[in-house]
Every structure is written in structure tokens, then in C-alpha cells.
């Protein structure tokens, strides 16, 4: 049996006396290779150029985020109803007068915007978007993206495809070219959670499925997978759960999950990235923004990772509750990958919880964050963010280590952010199947 996960690190070597650091050093260091360690973003809705309209940038994209809707509604007496009959334009402006005119941004997603704006030298006090909606206007996309990586210190970001979207398997099925930048994520949702609207869908294009997923429904939705493996050349596939997920039980999406994700996910050698822990629409009139949170029964983890050791399965769970055993199962399970402070944990209070408690214990066997962006630019401030409630996590971390009489080098930490950064998602994802 082939180890679910191939392991880490690099022995060391036995200068460690020679090239330790001070205590005061830590810091510092801990700063500077982090800066200097480009990331892989191993999940984001964002698009490369070539999907056209998918792809979102710019400033009335980055304020119409559903992050900052679900804000302005509450500063705003605007009614939902009314705020989306607005063109994006007048959504924006609504937005950066009552969230940043009328009020001061403070929350962490209009400090992302400020941030943003502030990377690329614009005003961040103005009544109105002028001066922002200019700049934006006069860039060329290529090399817009080149510059958003450099300045956000990623590499790679990956895109989450789902092949039932219409405009996005049309892209797709005309050829979508390679983009150094981008790789895809094959997103199951339809299949797994909305079956009975979208099974005909895959009949309608030739394979043998029925409602009841009977039959040689489980192995035709394999040759689907497969169809659409070869043209998207996924790096993952990836389903977001509700907080009522369980397995196992008798439900149709857990029958696709067992006989058809998970064989094909072997076949492929993918990982499959399960999202948990999402209310859907509990504010419908609130559009994306209507989503919530709710705690789930890790249990389903555990009869998983167990049913399924030669699946490995890369998890992100939405509830702070759910965090610490999510730490405890991956300490049972090698085949389980904890990534990422999601949506609403993505804020620097419960980011800083989430990877102490990560790093005592799991040691760098975790990735720990994702960008989630939809819009282009939003990687800017979101990995700004992130390192910058990496730093004092990760010296403190190595000066408990030396106070308990292991000095640290430069080697270990950069060996450590390379893992948490990068290779652990390249040992866990397919990155050369394209
Ligand atoms: O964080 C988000 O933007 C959510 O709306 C979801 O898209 C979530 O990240 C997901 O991938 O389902
Ligand atoms: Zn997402």
C-alpha cells in the first residue's frame, strides 16, 4: 500500500550549531522568509484571462464582494431588493460611500480594500472612485495579474471549475490554453449535493446516469469525471458540505461520494478537498452573501479517512468549533490534510487561534491558509494578512523551542515556510498532470 502522504522536511544537517540564531534574530527572519517565499494558493474562485467575463478585477469588483455586501447591509438602509436592481457601478459607489465615506473601514475586508488601493499608490480617503476606477481602466490584464502575484507573493493560484456551470464548460470544451499562473480545481457540488437538478444534465450529454443513481449510473459518472479530468487537468477535486453532512448514510450523494468520487480520485491519483460546514441561503435575499455557518459532526471525517485509506483528503472546516478536532483527526489519519481559515475565520483574531493550535499539533504538516478570492486583487491584502499573523506565530514558536534548548537556523524556518507554503500542497495536489 502506497503511504497516503509522502512525508516532509530534509534531514539536518550538522551545522545547526554553526548558523543558529539569537533570540532577537527570530523575528526578523521569521519576516523575511516569509516575504520571501512565494505561496501557493490552493484555493480561489478566481479565473485565468482566457474564461473572459469569469475572470474578476478591478475596483467595482473588489467592492461588491459578498464579504462587503453582507457589511453594508448593516450601514446602509438600502434594502437588498433595492441594492441588487443597481447597476455594478452604483453597487460599488453604494458601497464605498456607506462603508468607506460614511464610516471608517475598520472590519477586515474594507481594510482589504484599503490595502489594496494603498498597493498601488491610489487615495484611500476620497468621496468618490474616480482616480481608482481610472487606474483600473488603463491596465492590460497580463500584465496586471504579474503584477497583483509579485505584489500579493504568490505563484500559483488555483481556480475552482465546475464543469455543470454553462458559461464555464463552454470555455472549457472550445480549449482553454495554459496558463503558467493557473491551474483548475474540479468542483463536484452539483453532482454531490444537487443531483436531482443536474443528473439529466449528464444524460443529456451522453451518459448512462437516472435520478436513482442506479445501474451503471456510478460508473458513467466515473467516465464524466474522467472526461473532464483530461480537459481540465484538476490539481484537486473539491465539494463544499453543509454543517448536517454525515457519512455514512443512506443518501445518494453519499453513494456518488463512495462509488464514483472517491474510486476516481484514486484512479487519478487526486486528493478530494471537502469544505464543510456551510448553512446555504439562510438570508436569501442576501444573494452570496446569504450563507452561514453552522458546527458539523467530524465523525464523518473520521468514517472516512478510516473507510478510505488510500483517498487523501484535504479539509476545511467553517466552524470555529469544529477547528480543534480537525487537528486531533489529522493526528489520527495521514491521509487527511487540514487547510485553511475559511470565509468567516479568515480574520487575523481567529487566524492567529487556529494556527497555534495547527502548529502544537501538527508541527508543519498543515497548510494554513487559502485566499478564497473571487477577485483578482483581493490576493493582495488577504496574503499581506496572512503573513503578517504568521510572523509572531511562527518566532514564537521557535523561541519556546529555544528557551527549551533547540536553537533554530535560518535553514529550519525556511524549511518549514517552504512546507506550509508550497510543499506540502505540491506532495498532497497533481501539479504535473498538465
Ligand atoms: O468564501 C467564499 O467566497 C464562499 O462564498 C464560498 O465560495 C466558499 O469559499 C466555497 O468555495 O464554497
Ligand atoms: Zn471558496
Not at 130 to 157: K, M, N, P, W, Y
Not at 190 to 206: C, E, F, S, T
Not at 343 to 363: A, C, H, K
Request: glycine share 4%.
Amino acid at each position: 500500500m502506497k503511504p497516503a502522504l509522502p512525508k516532509q522536511g530534509s534531514p539536518p544537517t550538522d551545522s545547526i550549531g554553526a548558523e543558529k540564531l539569537d533570540v532577537v534574530q527570530i523575528s526578523p527572519v521569521v519576516e523575511e522568509i516569509l516575504a520571501a517565499t512565494p505561496i501557493i494558493d490552493i484555493h480561489t474562485h478566481l479565473f485565468a484571462p482566457s474564461f473572459g467575463k469569469l475572470a474578476l478585477w478591478g475596483i467595482d469588483e473588489l467592492l461588491t464582494y459578498h464579504y462587503l455586501e453582507a457589511e453594508f447591509f448593516r450601514s446602509s438602509h438600502t434594502s437588498p431588493e433595492q441594492y441588487f436592481a443597481l447597476s455594478k457601478t452604483q453597487q460599488a459607489e453604494a458601497i464605498w460611500r456607506a462603508l468607506f465615506v460614511e464610516n471608517t473601514p475598520i472590519s477586515e475586508s474594507t481594510r482589504g480594500i484599503v490595502a489594496v488601493l494603498k498597493a498601488f499608490g491610489l487615495p484611500t480617503d476620497r468621496l468618490n472612485l474616480a482616480e481608482a476606477r481610472a487606474f483600473f481602466q488603463t491596465q492590460s490584464l497580463d500584465a496586471h495579474i504579474q503584477r497583483v502575484f509579485d505584489l500579493a507573493g504568490i505563484s500559483l493560484a488555483v481556480m475552482t471549475n465546475d464543469p455543470l456551470d454553462p458559461e464555464e464548460a463552454s470555455a472549457w470544451l472550445n480549449g482553454v490554453p495554459e496558463h503558467p499562473q493557473f491551474r483548475a480545481a474540479l468542483r463536484l457540488d452539483k453532482i454531490l449535493k444537487h443531483w436531482a437538478a443536474n443528473w439529466q444534465v449528464l444524460a443529456a450529454q451522453g451518459y448512462q446516469v437516472d435520478a436513482q443513481v442506479s445501474g451503471e449510473s456510478a460508473a458513467e459518472v466515473r467516465r464524466f469525471l474522467f472526461d473532464w479530468y483530461k480537459r481540465m487537468r484538476p490539481v484537486y477535486m473539491a465539494v463544499s458540505l453543509p454543517d448536517t453532512f454525515f457519512f455514512p448514510a443512506e443518501t445518494l450523494g453519499n453513494r456518488l461520494l463512495a462509488e464514483a468520487i472517491l474510486p476516481s480520485c484514486r484512479e487519478l491519483n487526486l486528493p478530494l478537498s471537502l469544505m464543510i460546514g456551510v448553512r446555504l441561503q439562510v438570508n436569501p435575499s442576501l444573494r452570496l452573501a446569504g450563507d452561514a455557518v453552522g458546527r458539523a459532526d467530524l465523525r464523518s471525517l473520521e468514517n472516512l479517512c478510516r473507510t478510505f485509506p488510500q483517498n487523501r483528503f484535504l479539509v476545511s472546516v467553517l466552524s470555529r468549533e469544529n477547528q480543534h478536532e480537525l487537528c486531533v483527526y489529522a493526528r489520527k489519519f495521514s491521509n487527511l490534510m487540514p487547510f485553511g481559515c475559511w470565509w468567516f475565520l479568515n480574520n487575523p483574531s481567529i487566524v492567529e487561534e487556529i494556527t497555534r493550535e495547527r502548529i502544537e499539533m501538527l508541527g508543519a504538516s498543515f497548510i494554513p491558509q487559502h485566499s478564497d478570492a473571487r477577485v483578482l486583487e483581493q490576493v493582495i491584502y488577504k496574503w499581506s494578512n496572512t503573513r503578517r499573523t504568521l510572523a509572531p506565530i511562527l518566532a514564537n514558536a521557535y523561541r519556546l523551542l529555544a528557551e527549551d534548548g533547540r536553537s533554530v537556523t535560518r535553514n529550519d524556518i525556511q524549511r518549514d515556510v517552504t512546507r506550509l507554503f508550497r510543499s506540502n500542497a505540491e506532495s498532497w495536489m497533481n501539479f504535473n498532470g498538465r
